[in-house]
């Protein structure tokens, strides 16, 4: 409990003050552009060009931006997806369609080969000896 009655008080100074959250925004925006300007350092960058304030997005918002960009990339990738879906249902309908129309015909075609088979046996008769029938049907 004596920690936390440490941190109490603290946060009561920082509500009461409104200039102090300014200033530490502006601290850790410092802080970021000295680690920026050290990683160009590091990375071979040379000088830095020197620009007018305001003029280069701050890395919050650069990070928004880039967070924008992919939240409306993938919305796109998932309306695409929801076309091609609905593109295949129908797909997938049209080949229902196909499949009853064939189904019919596919019966009579059997119906067909049975009749053509019993009509060559008839036309052999029962005489032919079987001569005849290790010809193939088809």
């Known amino acids: 409990m004596a920690r936390s009655e440490r941190i109490r008080p603290m946060a009561d100074e920082e509500q009461s003050t409104p200039g102090m959250a300014s200033g530490l925004v502006q601290g850790l925006v410092a802080q970021l552009r000295a680690v920026t300007e050290g990683l160009e350092g590091l990375a071979g960058f040379g000088a ?9 997005p701050l890395p919050g ?14 919305a796109a990738q998932r309306r695409s997806i ?7 249902s129908s797909f997938d309908e049209q080949l229902a369609v196909l499949e009853q129309l ?25 005489a032919a000896g ?6 193939p049907l088809s």
Do not use: C, K, V, Y
Not at 82 to 88: G, I, M, S
Not at 103 to 124: D, F
């Open 82 to 88: 929801e076309a091609l879906q609905a593109q295949l």
């Open 102 to 126: 064939l189904s019919p015909l596919t019966e009579w075609s059997r119906t067909w080969a049975e009749l053509e088979e019993r009509l060559l046996n008839m036309s052999r008769g029962p």
């Open 61 to 74: 918002a650069l990070s928004a931006a880039q967070l924008t960009t992919i939240s409306g990339s993938l």
């Open 130 to 135: 079987g001569s005849d029938r290790s010809l």
């Open 48 to 56: 830095r060009r020197s620009l007018a304030p305001g003029t280069f």
